[in-house]
């Protein structure tokens, strides 16, 4: 009976510590690349460009505070794609 709950131990120890796993998100520009069409012109966002965005979304406030990137991200066409990909502007 030890023997089973050692086991049942270990098997939940590991089962948990995989669902508090989460995956960073590693903060780039150029994995906004899929935007940069959408941003530099007036036509609309891929589903590319507005899963990136949403995935890029917990960078957005280290964008803007970066003063080559600022202007990218607060121009209008950055909004527009922005709003129409649901993303929200980040208030930091």
């Known amino acids: ?28 520009v150029t994995e906004l690349t899929p935007c940069a069409a959408a941003i530099t012109s007036s036509q609309p966002p891929s589903s590319a460009c507005c899963s990136k965005l949403r995935e890029q979304k917990p960078c957005l406030c280290g964008y803007l505070k970066n003063p080559n990137l600022r202007p990218y991200v ?12 649901g993303v929200p502007t980040p208030n930091c």
């Open 1 to 28: 009976m030890k023997k089973s709950s050692f086991f049942i131990a270990i098997f939940l120890v590991l089962f948990l510590g995989e669902l508090l796993v989460t995956d960073a998100v590693t903060c780039s």
């Open 74 to 85: 607060n121009s209008p066409n950055a909004q527009r794609v922005a709003k129409t990909c």
